[in-house]
Every structure is written in C-alpha cells, then in structure tokens.
C-alpha cells in the first residue's frame, strides 16, 4: 500500500468524515476570516460574539465598525478583521445579492480571503472536493514526505489533489489539523507513538528505529 493511501487510511479510521454544508456560508467564511492566526477556543468565542448580535451580511454591514472590534476582540488582530468583514458584507451584499460566491477566483476576491478561507468555505460550506491547507496541512505531507518541502500553499494543494481523489479529498483538512495537534505538532512531534511514523521521511531520516507493527 503506498503512503498516500495509507495516510487517507489512517485520516478514515481515526478521524472519519466531517461534516459539510451545516454551518449556513456566510457564517462560515466569516469564522473562518475570524480564525486566522488565532487558536481555536478564540475564534469560537469571537463567532459567537458577533453572530449573536449579527449574523447576515445585511446585519453586519449596518453595524459601526467599533462595535464589530468589539465583538470580536478575542480573535486578535480585531481592528483589521473588523474592516475586512464590514467589506465582506458590503461586497456580498452589493454584487452576490446577499449570497455567498461559489467559486475560488471570486472568494478570493473579497478582503481578507486567501486560499485557506476560500477552500474552507468551498469544501465545508458547499461540499466542494477540494483541500484547505492550513498550516497542519501545509507542514504534515512535508514531514512525510508525500509534498515537496518547498512547495508553497498553492502548490500543496495541487499536489495533495493529484494524489487523493473524489471524496477522500474531505478527510484531509479535519483529520490533519488535528492529527497536528494531537500528535504531529509542530514543534517536538511525538514520533515515537505516532502510527504514521513507519511511513514517514522525517521520522526516518531522524535515525528513529521503526517499531514493528
Ligand atoms: S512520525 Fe513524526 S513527523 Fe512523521 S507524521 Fe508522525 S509525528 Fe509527524
């Protein structure tokens, strides 16, 4: 069995699918906005904040910009995001009709929304078989050895989606982020006990005997 597949493998088993299309779209492109460089528990304090004073383009584009900070303060770098998610609204609203746009080009467009926010929204909002890469999965096929070292997000992409196909392509986001921070962390990954680590380049070119299994 090659890696890939046994990576894809171990994802299903441990991790399984994610859920997709629950979490209505705007709201999603605007907590994935919220999460960035920021953990987890801040983003969802940050979402909850805000959708529960506002949760449409139309609601957030009528609010001052010092209340939107405000509310989602615990994201950090507030004030930049505030401006951004004001634009979003406004933008949506001006030329989708209120609807969030489907495509990458066009979700890129918008302030604020680089690859990851666009293939978040894409994969789990509307169910599109792509992959989001965020740092877990921009670091974790290096380390194996699966993507180039020195390929740059895009370039992630494009290769894990050469490689895994269809509906698997949904496994990779959820399950690397947090095989990432259960066990391929980015500083001392716990290779050892990692069940991935007899596929691995970096395990092995750190000189680390295979377990067998
Ligand atoms: S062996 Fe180490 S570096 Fe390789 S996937 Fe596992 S935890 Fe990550």
Redesign the pocket.
């Given at each position: 069995m090659n890696r890939v597949k046994k990576l894809t493998n171990f994802l299903e088993k441990r991790y399984g699918y994610p859920e997709t299309g629950r979490t209505p779209h705007f709201q999603l492109l605007i907590s994935t906005v919220l999460s960035q460089r920021t953990r987890d528990e801040n983003t969802a304090k940050a979402s909850k904040q805000l959708f529960s004073v506002a949760r449409t383009p139309q609601a957030i584009s009528k609010l001052p910009l010092k209340k939107i900070e405000k509310l989602i303060k615990p994201s950090g770098t507030y004030r930049q995001k505030a401006l951004h998610i004001k634009k979003i609204s406004k933008i949506i609203l001006k030329d989708y009709k209120g609807r969030v746009p489907k495509t990458r080009e066009e979700l890129m467009k918008l302030p604020g929304v680089g690859y990851k926010t666009a293939d978040v929204t894409l994969s789990y909002g509307f169910g599109v078989k792509t992959i989001a890469v965020d740092v877990h999965v921009g670091r974790?096929p290096k380390?194996?050895g699966i993507v180039d070292k020195k390929a740059n997000v895009e370039e992630v992409r494009k290769i894990l989606e050469s490689l895994i196909k269809g509906r698997k392509r949904f496994l990779v986001n959820m399950g690397l982020v947090r095989f990432g921070q259960e066990?391929?962390k980015p500083i001392n990954?716990?290779?050892p006990e990692?069940p991935?680590?007899i596929i691995?380049n970096?395990?092995k070119k750190r000189g680390c005997v295979y377990e067998k299994r």
């Open positions: 974790i380390r194996i066990i391929c990954p716990k290779c990692c991935l680590n691995c970096y395990y």
